[in-house]
């Protein structure tokens, strides 16, 4: 039998009937754990130090693996770079890998095609022409999630191959996706960099700065008091004064030790006439990071005429671009310097196209996750009559303070969505392991973990009850390694001879786990040509819906008999 699904991109949207396997009764439940990753064992590791009487459990029943969540498994340029939860959503809901920012950005930069582009052209005419100031802005590490300070470099020798006599740079610090103190390293690097074009009679400086938690990097509007501090810091120049950014770092870390880069202050570059690099009328502005999650709130205090977030005390009449779209359905920002992915054929647009009815949850922090970048980078639904989704509002604390963050209540909810009986298909991300692993606190990061296995505790009898199967996995590694580690595997410690915090992503595969309580042995994990990763996770999902994959998705981790 074939369901017939609305058209996409010109051509008709098609599921075929799985002929091999009835679906169970009850929904599938896709549970995503953010951050948990699968790890040798060693003192760090936040997810075999948590008591996980549950994840054990199924790990020594049920039909388990581990997949791939990083590098070219989620379309990042190569297996060095660490997978973030964008690409891994991406990746869960597309059932294939597309080239994701970073890659992306490199290739246009050596090709040279981005400065080909009607954007590029656009923003660096006032500054050539009439010598107005060209601002970069954006997240100073080689984090590669982000992004990647070697872009920034390229573009600021370009801008002074271009003729453009001055340039500000407008520094967030990093601390997250690198290790949590090694912003002065960035700083460093790019004051090199600053010297070796002013050296040609330029005048090339960092403007302002702040950590990235602290200062203008805020998502799904969970805190607008982070872009307002970015705000007065940049292009106001009224945060704390500082004659540079190595003394605002240096002062900070004096007067709060082991202040963390990202929760660093924001900071203003001055000199004996002030600020030495505010946002004026004429000027030009580029924002570097290519990730859209944290650029969105900055890009419409600067697009948007009508903004009524907080005051922005003036509105500087600015070109302004980002170095990728970072929302395709609301065209965020209107200038862009690298064209996007684009994401099509999703498995909630194929089941909404199907009339099969999916629910969606998270709290503020990973709910984009899945939902925007879960559907392709696509804001909105694709069906308003099957699609339910539901945000629970995130705690304004450290997450350090409350580790168990909203992990109660997003399972109190997906326990009533089991239980209404109205959707096969049920998503939702716990946070806890992304957020709290960011803080590189070992012990909060344990209860972190066990917070979660006690809602997958909880969960599963209801899921069982219903006739049902729950999925498990996560969309990157995080909580296991907490602490820093050489190439060799030893463990690094800090000037107090404690181990160094870690407080980035991992490069570690990822558990996946089918729970099916009625399992009779009608299929088994695939043996597939190519190394499973999590592209491979929603042909699976389809499969076990009662549907075939489509042609274009990648293989599924399971083959029926």
Not at 139 to 164: P, T, Y
Not at 321 to 326: D, F, K, L, N, P
Not at 332 to 347: F, G, M, T, W
Not at 523 to 552: D, H, I, R, W
Request: with cysteine; charged share 25%; hydrophobic share 40%.
């Amino acid at each position: 039998m074939e369901i017939i699904a609305h058209i996409s991109g010109g051509k008709m949207l098609k599921l075929d009937k799985n002929s091999k396997f009835t679906p169970r009764k009850g929904p599938v439940v896709f549970i995503i754990m953010d951050g948990v990753g699968n790890a040798p064992e060693y003192p760090g590791n936040a997810c075999l130090l948590a008591r996980t009487p549950t994840l054990d459990a199924l790990k020594n029943k049920y039909l388990n693996t581990e997949i791939k969540a990083h590098g070219t498994a989620v379309g990042l340029p190569s297996d060095d770079d660490m997978g973030n939860s964008e690409v891994g959503h991406n990746a869960l809901g597309a059932g294939r890998v597309f080239d994701q920012g970073a890659k992306l950005v490199e290739k246009a930069l050596l090709s040279g095609d981005i400065f080909t582009t009607d954007s590029w052209k656009e923003v660096v005419q006032k500054p050539i022409t009439d010598n107005t100031t060209l601002h970069f802005l954006g997240l100073l590490s080689d984090g590669n999630v982000h992004s990647n300070i070697s872009h920034l470099f390229k573009m600021l020798e370009r801008a002074a191959d271009e003729g453009i006599k001055k340039v500000r740079v407008h520094i967030l610090l990093d601390g997250r996706d690198v290790p949590e103190t090694s912003g002065l390293t960035y700083v460093q690097a790019l004051e090199e960099e600053l010297q070796k074009l002013n050296s040609r009679g330029l005048d090339f400086r960092i403007a302002s700065g702040g950590g990235r938690m602290i200062t203008t990097m805020d998502r799904y509007g969970a805190d607008w008091r982070i872009v307002e501090r970015g705000w007065q810091a940049h292009v106001l120049g009224e945060a704390r004064p500082f004659k540079t950014a190595e003394e605002a770092i240096e002062t900070f870390r004096s007067e709060k030790a082991g202040l963390a880069d990202q929760f660093l202050p924001s900071f203003t570059i001055v000199d004996e006439n002030g600020p030495v690099g505010t946002i004026e009328d004429g000027d030009s502005v580029i924002f570097f990071n290519y990730r859209g999650d944290r650029s969105i709130e900055i890009t419409q205090a600067f697009e948007q005429k009508d903004f009524d977030k907080f005051d922005r005390k003036r509105f500087p009449d600015v070109v302004y671009a980002g170095m990728m779209e970072y929302d395709g359905d609301l065209h965020l920002p209107k200038n862009y310097l690298v064209q996007p992915p684009a994401i099509d054929k999703s498995i909630s647009e194929y089941l909404a196209s199907a009339g099969v009815k999916q629910f969606a949850i998270s709290e503020t922090q990973k709910f984009g996750h899945v939902t925007y970048f879960w559907n392709g980078n696509k804001t909105g639904k694709f069906n308003e009559e099957t699609e339910v989704y539901k945000e629970i509002p995130s705690d304004l604390v450290p997450f350090e303070e409350r580790p168990w963050m909203k992990a109660a209540e997003i399972t109190d909810a997906v326990i009533e969505a089991i239980e209404s009986g109205e959707y096969p298909f049920i998503r939702l991300n716990f946070a806890n392991g992304d957020m709290v692993g960011h803080t590189g606190h070992l012990e909060a990061a344990i209860t972190a973990m066990q917070a979660v296995d006690l809602s997958i505790e909880r969960l599963l009898p209801v899921i069982e009850k219903a006739g049902g199967i729950a999925v498990i996995t996560a969309d990157h590694g995080n909580l296991d390694e907490m602490w820093e580690m050489d190439k060799n595997g030893n463990i690094l410690y800090d000037k107090n001879d404690k181990p160094k915090k870690r407080t980035a992503h991992t490069l570690n595969k990822v558990p996946f786990i089918i729970f099916d309580p009625q399992y009779s042995g009608e299929y088994t994990l695939s043996k597939l040509e190519s190394e499973a990763g999590l592209g491979n996770v929603a042909a699976t999902l389809l499969n076990l819906l009662g549907f075939e994959k489509p042609e274009e998705y990648n293989p599924s981790l399971i083959t029926f008999k």
